[in-house]
């Protein structure tokens, strides 16, 4: 049985989830800060028509990190419960962890090997897709790790980990370029090999797992991470996925240009990174502020005040993208980039507002185990944006600007929907 939460509890829970928050911002900033050295060296060295390759890389790479979020959230799920029972997790840990790496490695080969896709998303570099299938499979182990970590409220630990992520691509980065070697080839290692950091951490996460203890089995294990890993992967398809689906689905452009819209696009996500620190922490939170009524309540309520701020932030952000964006954008990237255009960045800040808060929503659909939810919601939101690429009139640019911009909006009133409802049944929450 686990031990209830009262009113006191809570109090004190928003107090540390609040230092927490912290903690992994500050450590999400600095992380931040180095990745775009990363990209902004890329796009300004190779220039927009193979700045554009790299990105589509970069996309199918983070795209698959970012599908693996999912297992981050249900294993801190795990440790957030376990900790209520008074124990460890168990094995159940180790099969989230097994089933994840074997969904990214399939998708991953099949990047690699199936002809259309590798021309389509590494314009035929079979060195790129080796990459991202040896990046995706070490990610699979990252994600636990993290998991783990903020789940047994480890946050220092947790917010060394996704530092040492970033500041190892700079440091190979360095490498590369110290050795001369500053072809796409070189700037794909880098970015990949970000995701073997967690090897640096390996003795503290071992120790937060209990082997002895069997918990789940294989079937409820698979059909969970398998569901919100689909809906995982619909989510990274409008996030860090998106050059790779408008090089999929949107007619062929100008590479230059399309070059030019990636590079916009990048300056356009700073909403959804900012607040990851709240993202990481939202499964636990949400199981432990669900142990009474009054936690379950005022949840609602928090959510239904976000989702309002949602839409002013989206207005706010798109009018100073509008006014502001191109001059950001050549700024960073440098002349070559000047034609970036207002309503670029205006239409993908609002995108980036709304998945921030879709985000957000679809932890609590995690943490209360209604992955079918979850995937719905992405489900909606990745064929909306689909369906602009391939059928609105226009070129390659409107189609991804508005995609961008119809899917998050359509997707955020499925999500509020979903979360806003209230639960029938406080209990049925694993562990309450």
């Avoid at 072809?183 to 794909?188: Q, T």
């Avoid at 967690?198 to 071992?206: D, H, K, M, N, Q």
């Avoid at 970036?340 to 185990?369: D, S």
Wanted: glycine content about 12%; charged content about 10%.
């Amino acid at each position: 049985m686990s031990t209830p939460v009262t009113d006191e509890d809570q109090r004190g829970l928003a107090r540390e989830t609040g230092r927490s928050a912290g903690k992994i911002g500050i450590s999400l900033l600095v992380a931040i800060g180095l990745g775009y050295v990363l990209t902004l060296l890329a796009a300004r060295w190779l220039g927009p028509a193979d700045s554009k390759v790299f990105l589509s890389f970069w996309g199918i790479l983070m795209g698959l990190g970012s599908a693996l979020s999912p297992l981050e959230q249900e294993l801190s799920r795990q440790s957030a419960v376990a900790a209520l029972d008074g124990h460890k997790p168990g094995r159940s840990a180790l099969r989230a962890l097994t089933v994840g790496a074997v969904i990214v490695a399939v998708v991953a080969g099949l990047t690699l090997v199936v002809p259309v896709l590798s021309e389509r998303l590494y314009s035929g570099r079979t060195e790129l897709g080796i990459i991202v299938f040896c990046g995706a499979l070490s990610f699979a182990c990252q994600f636990a790790a993290r998991g783990l970590l903020v789940g047994a409220q480890r946050i220092a630990q947790y917010s060394w980990l996704v530092f040492a992520e970033a500041a190892v691509r700079v440091v190979v980065l360095a490498g590369v370029f110290v050795a001369g070697l500053t072809g796409i080839a070189s700037f794909a290692i880098a970015a990949a090999a970000g995701s073997f950091a967690w090897l640096l951490f390996v003795r503290p996460i071992s120790s937060l797992i209990d082997p002895h203890i069997d918990g789940e089995s294989w079937r409820p294990v698979t059909s969970r991470i398998v569901l919100l890993m689909a809906g995982a992967g619909l989510t990274a398809s409008v996030i860090t996925g998106y050059p790779a689906m408008v090089s999929l689905l949107a007619p062929a452009g100008d590479d230059v240009k399309v070059g030019v819209l990636f590079a916009t696009l990048q300056v356009s996500r700073v909403p959804l990174l900012l607040l990851s620190p709240l993202q990481a922490l939202a499964v636990p939170t949400v199981v432990r502020l669900s142990g009474t009524a009054e936690g379950m309540h005022r949840l609602r309520r928090l959510l239904a005040l976000g989702t309002l701020g949602t839409l002013v932030v989206g207005v706010v952000g798109a009018l100073v993208g509008l006014l502001i964006g191109p001059w950001l954008v050549q700024l960073l990237f440098g002349a070559k980039y000047a034609f970036a255009q207002g309503w670029w960045v205006g239409g993908m800040v609002w995108g980036a507002v709304l998945l921030t808060a879709m985000q957000l929503m679809t932890a609590v659909l995690v943490a209360r185990t209604q992955a079918n939810k979850v995937l719905v919601t992405w489900a909606v939101v990745a064929v909306s944006t689909a369906l602009v690429l391939l059928f609105l009139p226009g070129d390659t640019i409107l189609r991804a600007v508005v995609g961008l911009a119809v899917g998050p909006t359509v997707g955020l009133v499925v999500a509020a929907a979903f979360v806003l409802r209230r639960p029938g049944n406080v209990k049925s929450l694993p562990g309450v």
